[in-house]
């Protein structure tokens, strides 16, 4: 008989507490915003942002020698022969004020050229894959290149002449 008292009371126990918890749970849902499938967007993209640049000047350095070589890349333009390398570069695209959403929707918050990107196209003979990321003018050493030998940086900009 004490048995079956103790079993009832730690049952009745039980529901008190789970249905506590589950008022608590009721209310902090209830509290709680109601996550959104697409998240807000923190900036309006200014479209074209980019369109005022005509070329960037890209520094290549050598990783073992500290060797620098600036070329001059047309945005949108052929592909630049880095010299005495394998290799040769491209730039596919330019955003003067680049972010990124968590998305991973990459835009231009303005005009300005408060954070300026390019991404970059690195092709290598003998390969079938080029290389392609983002360097920043701000950032040099984020992204460097796709090999160990050498690294690349946005350093200067070019207007388009009206």
Partial sequence: MKQKLIFVLMGVMLLVILA????????????????SKEAPQEFTDVPN????????????????SKKITDYTVKINGDYVNIAKTNLKIK?????????????????????ELNNPAALIVVAEEGKVEPFRGW???????????????????LVDLNKKKN
Wanted: glycine residues 6%; aromatic residues 12%.
């Fill in 20 to 35: 506590g918890c589950s008022t608590k749970t009721e209310e902090n849902k209830a509290a709680a915003p109601i996550p």
């Fill in 91 to 111: 730039i596919e695209q330019f955003i003067p004020d680049f972010y990124m959403s968590g998305q991973k929707r990459i835009g231009s918050k303005s005009k």
């Fill in 49 to 64: 942002a980019g369109d005022d640049w005509e070329s960037l000047k890209i520094q290549v350095v050598e990783i073992s």
């Fill in 135 to 153: 360097i920043f003018s701000k950032y040099p050493d984020i992204h460097k290149g796709p090999s160990d030998k050498y690294s690349f940086r």
